[in-house]
């Protein structure tokens, strides 16, 4: 188990969910002669003024109001995702000049599948658990791709979750250790000029999401000495709705403890801000003293599991930004052809 050496915990937070919304019956409208087989309700999908960049200056916008601490006393931006707006220009950077974060600030782009938000937030843990910065921020965001007709096209969705990492006295939620588990396993990858990514099958699930996601939440459990009853609530990766559901029974957790973080079915998989965006849920129905447990899943492949104690801090920030309900709650209802058009499937060149 990790551990910083100072403590730390999360002192602002904040969510993003475009306003878009495709039912998951438009897509098998259109390619399954309205077979009834939708993994989820409908998904959410970017504007086309929207990418990466927008959606993490609006959550971290959040996050920020949240902390009530200057930008400029922020010491590092880091910005995980899988579809970051370019292939060589950092995200990070337009993210920290939008916040008045710059000039003194590192500032870098993680990439780690799914696992990038989570990958963010535990680098971030790093850097003020060792004492090099008092605040840094860690965004999860994606505007993720999936290919007409795939099974991803179902689920890939749009937005993500933006946390301020402090000191624990500040905080709103104390950070009480993290354990991560990585191997090699290929279940999901896009080569370079490979306009979609490509997956498994069902190679995803048992190899993939399960064995990893089971490793990191069995290891860290252990290393804190607790058990899932511990927990008032849980959030996992949520590539759909059935994985999260079976991983928490495996685990022994309780639908009550999956229910606030499990978004899925109502936004689809928001890839690097899936975890992220469930955590930003729960906290804000959380209360002092609540323990909250989160575990990510990043194809290729690794999950990293964090576990969190609320303080007394949390009621007075929570109502100080828009909630993601709100976000969830504000939509606009498109068809595929509208959905085809905001996203770029259709070329003239």
């Known amino acids: 188990m990790m551990k910083p050496s100072r403590s730390v915990g999360i002192i602002g937070y904040g969510a993003y969910v475009p306003r878009y919304r495709l039912p998951a ?23 086309t003024d929207e990418d990466v960049v927008t959606m993490s200056v609006e959550a971290a916008r959040n996050a920020l109001m949240r902390s009530d601490i200057d930008p400029e006393e922020i010491r590092a931006v880091w910005v995980g995702s899988e579809s970051h707006p370019y292939a060589v220009k950092p995200s990070s950077t337009i993210v920290a000049e939008a916040l008045g974060i710059t000039p003194h600030t ?21 850097l003020v658990g060792s004492g090099m910065g008092d605040y840094a921020l860690a965004v999860g ?13 179902y689920t890939a969705a749009a937005g993500g979750g933006a946390f301020i990492i402090g000191p624990a006295a500040e905080s709103l939620a104390e950070i009480e250790g993290v354990l991560s588990f990585v191997t090699d396993t290929p279940d999901f990858w896009r080569r370079e000029n490979q306009k979609y990514p490509e997956h498994g099958g069902r190679f995803t699930g048992q190899p993939a999401y399960f064995k990893h996601i089971l490793n990191s939440v069995n290891g860290l459990l252990e290393e804190l000495q607790r058990t899932p009853e511990d927990y008032d609530f849980v959030v996992f990766h949520q590539p759909n709705t059935k994985f999260p559901q079976r991983v928490a029974k495996e685990l022994g957790f309780s639908a009550a403890q999956l229910e606030t973080g499990l978004l899925s079915p109502r936004i689809g ?4 801000g899936s ?29 990293d599991a964090i576990s969190f104690k609320v303080t007394d801090q949390i009621i007075e920030r929570q109502s100080k930004a828009l909630t993601t309900e709100d976000y969830i709650s504000r939509r606009t209802q498109i068809d595929y052809a509208e959905y085809v058009r905001m996203r770029g499937k259709i070329t003239l060149k």
């Open 141 to 153: 965001m994606d505007t993720a791709q999936g290919k007409p007709g795939d099974a991803l096209e």
């Open 25 to 47: 019956t438009e897509i098998s409208r259109i390619w399954r002669g309205g077979l009834q087989l939708e993994p989820i309700q409908e998904k959410s999908v970017p504007g």
């Open 106 to 126: 590192l500032a870098a782009d993680f990439e780690f599948a799914c696992k990038a938000g989570s990958e963010a937030m535990v680098a971030a843990v790093s």
């Open 269 to 272: 998989n928001t890839y690097a």
């Open 275 to 303: 975890s992220l965006i469930g955590l930003t849920a729960v906290l804000d129905q959380a209360k002092p003293g609540n323990q909250v447990l989160m575990a990510s899943f990043g194809s290729g492949a690794g999950s």
